[in-house]
């Protein structure tokens, strides 16, 4: 039989008498007594173990002499052919036995030093070492066999002490070091303590790799109950000892009968079709869930199985892909880029991206220095003296430092993604909307057509489709300078719309994260609110595609499936935490915020709709406005924004934008 099942076998039987016996504070204090004396063995580890195979390769070759001499046929046989007449075998062959021994003994030490079986760490011993440890004893008994050939002419050593002493002192040496691998395996722990039911989801080979290390270094809070699996065969089984009780079909039921408290997931490679379908059955249970990362990486990383666990990513439960789109390098390649607001969460990421792709040149403005200086000094850490990089602290609505800029770099590139974005504070300032939304953008917009640009990207919002808040209206009005300005420039422009960035600043999920950690409740407006959501990488992909498509006037926007209900992101969020939600932290419904939507719309009727050349991005067409009548409604905004009048204001924005639907 193979080594390795056997092993596996052994394994399954320790650790499961190990988990299921109650020991006695007589049996505790022998384990510990045996822990202190293998620590104090442990600098001479190496003479120990030669030792102990001397004792036991003597005693298992003495032992065979002894079976054979004291009634064997075949030893009677062997004496009347060599025609021994006496009445006292051992006496005949005692000084045969023990020279013999001590040269069996010379055979295996000998043998076993040479083949490292001294040198191995026994405690972390696979099938590779039990199988050199094979080859070991074979090689020792066929050099003793060979050896008494040679130095014992005299007198014969009968074929079955070759034969019974090499399988008893093989097997011995061999059940020792099993014995020891599987003690040392297997941590006793005390009874009464409490730790938190686990099942896991699915019974392959990181499965078993996480139950080995587990048996060698316990967890203190998990304790492996049961696992799933959906290939019939396995359903029935077990892997190490852990029960394979059903599929993944079977998981709410069965965490009800097991009273599991964690999921953990352990298919790393899991497609991402199963990943959703599977999330979504372990969101219907009370349980947190919890899943492991690539075993590949694990070892890249050298760390531990069991350290590498990690919550479920928030992401992976939306209900689609993520998707991911790369822009040609030869867009920003040898180009010089502005980024405005590139200390936030999107114009950063941008930043990131556009270093990656060898820009001519880089320049990041924004306001608050504090984002400038942490991208700045991250990308100096990754590209050094590679990467031309400017930072500019300046605001877009001075359009005097804005045209200076311009002048100065001669930007080729332009990715606008300055803008206040938060929707409650903006109804209480609509006139700082207006002032740094929509002339921060016509500032930017205006020096990339004095100057030449060859490209400028808007980075706009779902919200600016048939707004109910300010912050939308302002960005609808951003569009329209954008779709303005492009029917008569030389510079393409265009702009992109999203939905919420995962993640971003100001997001929900930064916000639940905090109020679980201050122990709840969770805010939600409307039980029934929706959302679409993108991650920061996907937003950005956009980005770059659409001003690699750079149709001039367009609106690109993104496939991002299908909405979200906010209140399943929060009772998902809660679950991943490790808590059960409205037990242990409550949600509570606050109404909907001025100008909030209970959903969000991404292109208007008027728009319509068409496919680009990449399957995830869709392009409404641009609208015809009259150049010279819409500046001069930008005129009258822009002087009623800065009078601080805000009704006034609001009353204006509804002029410029018929869609704009207020709830004052």
């Known amino acids: 039989m193979p080594i390795g099942p056997i092993c596996c076998k052994i394994n399954v039987l320790y650790a499961a008498f190990f988990r299921g016996s109650n020991f006695t504070k007589t049996g505790d204090l022998m384990a510990k007594a045996l822990e202190t004396f293998i620590k104090l063995l442990k600098r001479f580890r190496r003479l120990v173990l030669a030792l102990f195979d001397i004792v036991v390769v003597s005693c298992s070759y003495v032992a065979t002499w002894v079976l054979v001499l004291q009634g064997s046929d075949l030893f009677k046989t062997i004496v009347n052919t060599a025609e021994v007449q006496s009445s006292d075998p051992f006496r005949e062959y005692k000084s045969l036995m023990v020279a013999s021994c001590v040269f069996f003994v010379c055979c295996y030490v000998i043998v076993y030093a040479f083949m490292g079986m001294y040198d191995s760490l026994w405690r972390y011993a696979e099938v590779v070492e039990f199988f050199r440890f094979c080859v070991a004893s074979i090689l020792a008994v066929m050099a003793f066999v060979v050896g008494t050939q040679i130095l014992f002419t005299e007198q014969r050593i009968p074929f079955a002490v070759y034969l019974m002493s090499a399988m008893f002192a093989t097997a011995f040496t061999l059940v020792a070091r099993l014995t020891y691998r599987m003690y040392r395996n297997t941590k006793i722990k005390s009874a009464g303590q409490k730790r938190r039911r686990v099942m896991l989801v699915g019974a392959g080979d990181a499965a078993g790799t996480l139950l080995h290390e587990l048996n060698r270094n316990p967890s203190s809070d998990m304790n492996v109950i049961c696992a799933v699996d959906d290939n019939p065969q396995k359903v029935g089984r077990s892997i190490l000892g852990i029960e394979i009780l059903g599929t993944t079909a079977d998981i709410p039921q069965l965490v009800r009968q097991c009273e599991i408290e964690t999921i953990l997931i352990c298919i790393p490679t899991l497609s991402d079709e199963d990943k959703h379908r599977i999330l979504g059955i372990c969101s219907k249970t009370n349980c947190s869930l919890r899943t492991l990362p690539d075993i590949v990486k694990l070892i890249s990383d050298g760390k531990d199985l069991s350290s590498r666990i990690r919550d479920v990513k928030v992401e992976e439960l939306l209900g689609r892909d993520v998707i991911e789109m790369t822009a040609s390098n030869t867009l920003i390649r040898d180009k010089v880029v502005m980024v405005t607001g590139g200390g936030g969460s999107i114009?950063?990421?941008?930043?990131?991206?556009?270093?990656?792709?060898?820009?001519?040149?880089?320049?990041?403005?924004?306001?608050?220095?504090?984002?400038?200086?942490?991208?700045?000094?991250?990308?100096?850490?990754?590209?050094?003296?590679?990467?031309?990089?400017?930072?500019?602290?300046?605001?877009?609505?001075?359009?005097?430092?804005?045209?200076?800029?311009?002048?100065?770099?001669?930007?080729?590139?332009?990715?606008?993604?300055?803008?206040?974005?938060?929707?409650?504070?903006?109804?209480?300032?609509?006139?700082?909307?207006?002032?740094?939304?929509?002339?921060?953008?016509?500032?930017?917009?205006?020096?990339?057509?004095?100057?030449?640009?060859?490209?400028?990207?808007?980075?706009?919002?779902?919200?600016?489709?048939?707004?109910?808040?300010?912050?939308?209206?302002?960005?609808?009005?951003?569009?329209?300078?954008?779709?303005?300005?492009?029917?008569?420039?030389?510079?393409?422009?265009?702009?992109?719309?999203?939905?919420?960035?995962?993640?971003?600043?100001?997001?929900?999920?930064?916000?639940?994260?905090?109020?679980?950690?201050?122990?709840?409740?969770?805010?939600?407006?409307?039980?029934?609110?929706?959302?679409?959501?993108?991650?920061?990488?996907?937003?950005?992909?956009?980005?770059?595609?659409?001003?690699?498509?750079?149709?001039?006037?367009?609106?690109?926007?993104?496939?991002?499936?299908?909405?979200?209900?906010?209140?399943?992101?929060?009772?998902?969020?809660?679950?991943?935490?490790?808590?059960?939600?409205?037990?242990?932290?409550?949600?509570?419904?606050?109404?909907?915020?001025?100008?909030?939507?209970?959903?969000?719309?991404?292109?208007?009727?008027?728009?319509?709709?068409?496919?680009?050349?990449?399957?995830?991005?869709?392009?409404?067409?641009?609208?015809?406005?009259?150049?010279?009548?819409?500046?001069?409604?930008?005129?009258?905004?822009?002087?009623?924004?800065?009078?601080?009048?805000?009704?006034?204001?609001?009353?204006?924005?509804?002029?410029?934008?018929?869609?704009?639907?207020?709830?004052?």
């Open 347 to 664: 114009g950063s990421e941008l930043c990131r991206q556009i270093a990656a792709a060898g820009p001519k040149r880089l320049i990041i403005v924004d306001i608050y220095e504090n984002n400038a200086y942490a991208i700045q000094q991250e990308l100096i850490r990754q590209y050094g003296d590679k990467l031309d990089l400017q930072v500019q602290i300046a605001s877009v609505r001075d359009s005097r430092k804005i045209d200076l800029l311009f002048c100065h770099y001669r930007p080729q590139l332009i990715f606008h993604a300055a803008a206040h974005k938060h929707v409650p504070l903006m109804e209480t300032s609509p006139e700082e909307a207006v002032k740094n939304n929509v002339f921060g953008t016509y500032n930017v917009a205006i020096s990339a057509e004095k100057y030449g640009a060859e490209r400028f990207v808007l980075i706009s919002t779902d919200k600016a489709v048939n707004p109910t808040n300010v912050m939308g209206a302002t960005k609808r009005i951003c569009e329209m300078i954008v779709q303005t300005i492009a029917r008569t420039s030389k510079t393409s422009f265009c702009a992109v719309r999203f939905g919420n960035v995962l993640g971003s600043n100001g997001s929900v999920l930064p916000l639940f994260k905090e109020q679980i950690a201050a122990g709840g409740p969770l805010t939600v407006t409307d039980p029934n609110i929706v959302r679409y959501f993108m991650t920061i990488p996907e937003a950005v992909s956009l980005v770059l595609q659409a001003a690699a498509l750079g149709e001039s006037g367009s609106i690109y926007v993104l496939d991002m499936g299908s909405p979200v209900r906010i209140l399943d992101l929060a009772e998902n969020l809660i679950k991943l935490a490790g808590f059960i939600p409205y037990r242990d932290i409550d949600i509570v419904f606050t109404g909907l915020r001025p100008g909030e939507k209970m959903y969000e719309e991404l292109l208007m009727d008027e728009e319509g709709v068409r496919q680009t050349a990449s399957k995830k991005i869709f392009i409404g067409s641009p609208l015809r406005m009259d150049r010279e009548n819409f500046e001069e409604h930008l005129k009258q905004l822009k002087k009623t924004a800065y009078s601080n009048d805000s009704e006034a204001l609001l009353r204006q924005i509804a002029e410029m934008v018929p869609t704009f639907d207020h709830k004052c």
